[in-house]
T-cell receptor
Framework: SQTIHQWPATLVQPVGSPLSLECTVE??????LYWYRQAAGRGLQLLFY??????ISSEVPQNLSASRPQDRQFILSSKKLLLSDSGFYLC???????????FGSGTRLTVV | AQTVTQSQPEMSVQEAETVTLSCTYD???????LFWYKQPPSRQMILVIR????KQQNATENRFSVNFQKAAKSFSLKISDSQLGDTAMYFC???????????WGAGTKLIIKP
C-alpha cells in the first residue's frame, strides 16, 4: 500500500534562518506531488507541484522553493524565512488518475 | 476560471442529527471529478467521498452521501446520524479531467454538539 511521510511535524524557526521540509511517498512510482500552505482556519493555497523528477511548477511567487531530487521525494525550502512564512504546510500526492490526493500529516511552522 | 464556493463558513448541529454542507462550482468542462475532504482538529486531510461527473448516481460512503446536481453545478455533502468525531473542517474540491490539479473551496467548519 502507498504511504506518505512528512516531517518534521512541528518547527519553530527564527526569522532569517533556512528551511527544509521533506516529504516522501512509498509504494508507488512517478507520483504527482504537491506542497500546500494553510493559514489557521483558512483554505488551502497551492505552492508547488511536480509531475516528475526535476519538474517543479510554482503557483505563488514567494520566499519558498521546491525540489524533487528523487522520484518519490519532494522538498520545500527557503534560504531566509520571513514571519509571513508561518503556517501549516501539507504535502500531498496522487497518481494522476482523478482519485484525489493523499495528504501527509502536515508541518506546523512558526517563524519567530 | 474554475471556482469552488462553500457558502457556509460554519455550521453546528446536535449529535445524531443530519447535516448538509453545500458546495457549488463553476466550470465549462463536461468531464470532471468532485471530492469532499475532512480536516479534523489534528489537521490531517482525509478524503471523505468522491463523485465522477459522468455518473448520475450519487456517491455514498456509510453515513456520508452527496447530492450531485450537474446542471446546477451543485455538490452537497450529507452527514447522517452525526457523531462527535465528525467535528472538522470540510473542504469541497473540483478536479477537471484535463488537469489533475484540484481547485478547493474555502471550507466549512462543522461542529457537532453533544
Amino acid at each position: 500500500s502507498q504511504t506518505i511521510h512528512q516531517w518534521p511535524a512541528t518547527l519553530v524557526q527564527p526569522v532569517g534562518s533556512p528551511l527544509s521540509l521533506e516529504c516522501t511517498v512509498e509504494g508507488t512510482s512517478n507520483p504527482n506531488l504537491y506542497w500546500y500552505r494553510q493559514a489557521a482556519g483558512r483554505g488551502l493555497q497551492l505552492l508547488f507541484y511536480s509531475v516528475g523528477i526535476g519538474q517543479i511548477s510554482s503557483e505563488v511567487p514567494q520566499n519558498l522553493s521546491a525540489s524533487r531530487p528523487q522520484d518519490r521525494q519532494f522538498i520545500l525550502s527557503s534560504k531566509k524565512l520571513l514571519l509571513s512564512d508561518s503556517g501549516f504546510y501539507l504535502c500531498a500526492w496522487d497518481a494522476g488518475d482523478n482519485y484525489g490526493y493523499t495528504f501527509g500529516s502536515g508541518t506546523r511552522l512558526t517563524v519567530v | 476560471a474554475q471556482t469552488v464556493t462553500q457558502s457556509q463558513p460554519e455550521m453546528s448541529v446536535q449529535e445524531a442529527e443530519t447535516v448538509t454542507l453545500s458546495c457549488t462550482y463553476d466550470t465549462s468542462e463536461n468531464n470532471y471529478y468532485l471530492f469532499w475532504y475532512k480536516q479534523p482538529p489534528s489537521r490531517q486531510m482525509i478524503l471523505v467521498i468522491r463523485q465522477e461527473a459522468y455518473k448520475q448516481q450519487n456517491a455514498t460512503e456509510n453515513r456520508f452521501s452527496v447530492n450531485f446536481q450537474k446542471a446546477a453545478k451543485s455538490f452537497s455533502l450529507k452527514i447522517s446520524d452525526s457523531q462527535l468525531g465528525d467535528t472538522a473542517m470540510y473542504f469541497c474540491a473540483f478536479g477537471p479531467d484535463s488537469n489533475y490539479q484540484l481547485i478547493w473551496g474555502a471550507g466549512t467548519k462543522l461542529i457537532i454538539k453533544p
